[in-house]
């Protein structure tokens, strides 16, 4: 797990995602911040690795463990994940639904609100085509984000295209705080000392 650099403009937060893109051998991740005034800054991407040598079962719970350290440090108030696609072959879609499983389980423990998006629908959102290449969606996500440099991993700028599409796609620059534990996350200049 490593930092970039993010857009340094300092706003009064109004949510925090945490974007997935599941794998069982590699897990991509990126944590946004959206402002009240819509912009974004990301505050951490990059990748849960296992070894294609490993059992399923550790993979999993290192998958798991991953995500739980990542929303205890940033505390989200939404979580996004890429959805299954189709055309894959049945070995790799029970793969594929065990690593979605296991982000389901680590938002649902930790009462997030989670939206799903499939690979089209986040291409479309972030670069105008579903069609894109993961190179395009790099690219964009570098570009709408003002970053210095690309997310070194695919994986982590899907992640981070996840985020994004799911902050456009639920509306979470307009949405009222769906708790109060979200609404004291979101304005904690409002709270009395």
């Known amino acids: 797990m490593g930092k970039l650099g993010h857009n340094?403009?300092?706003?009064?937060?109004?949510?925090?995602?945490?974007?997935?893109?599941?794998?069982?051998?590699?897990?991509?991740?990126g944590v946004l911040s959206c402002?009240?005034?819509?912009?974004?800054?990301l505050l951490e991407a990059g990748t849960i690795k296992n070894s294609s040598d490993q059992a399923?079962?550790?993979?999993?719970?290192?998958?798991?463990?991953?995500?739980?350290?990542?929303?205890?440090?940033?505390?989200?108030?939404?979580?996004a994940l890429e959805s299954a696609f189709y055309g894959k072959n049945a070995q790799s879609a029970l793969?594929?639904?065990?690593?979605?499983?296991?982000?389901?389980?680590?938002?649902?423990l930790n009462g997030l609100p989670t939206g799903e998006?499939?690979?089209?629908?986040?291409k479309l959102a972030v670069v105008g085509t579903g069609g894109a290449s993961k190179q395009q969606v790099q690219y964009m996500v570098k570009s709408?984000?003002?970053?210095?440099?690309?997310?070194?991993?695919l994986d982590a700028s899907d992640a981070i295209a996840v985020a994004l599409c799911h902050f456009h796609r639920s509306?979470?620059?307009?949405?009222?705080s769906s708790s109060w534990k979200a609404f004291v996350a979101q304005h904690p200049e409002r709270l009395l000392p």
Do not use: W
């Not at 402002?35 to 800054?41: L, M, W």
């Not at 798991?64 to 979580?79: D, K, N, R, T």
């Not at 065990?98 to 982000?103: E, I, L, T």
């Open 144 to 153: 709408i984000l003002h970053l210095d440099k690309s997310p070194m991993v």
């Open 8 to 29: 340094a403009k300092t706003q009064t937060v109004r949510a925090i995602i945490l974007g997935v893109d599941p794998g069982t051998l590699v897990t991509g991740y």
């Open 95 to 108: 793969k594929l639904g065990q690593a979605r499983g296991v982000c389901l389980l680590a938002a649902s």
């Open 117 to 122: 998006y499939s690979p089209r629908e986040v």
């Open 171 to 176: 509306g979470s620059s307009k949405r009222p």
């Open 56 to 79: 399923m079962a550790l993979r999993l719970k290192r998958i798991f463990e991953g995500l739980q350290a990542l929303i205890a440090q940033y505390h989200p108030v939404q979580f």
């Open 35 to 41: 402002a009240t005034n819509g912009s974004f800054s």
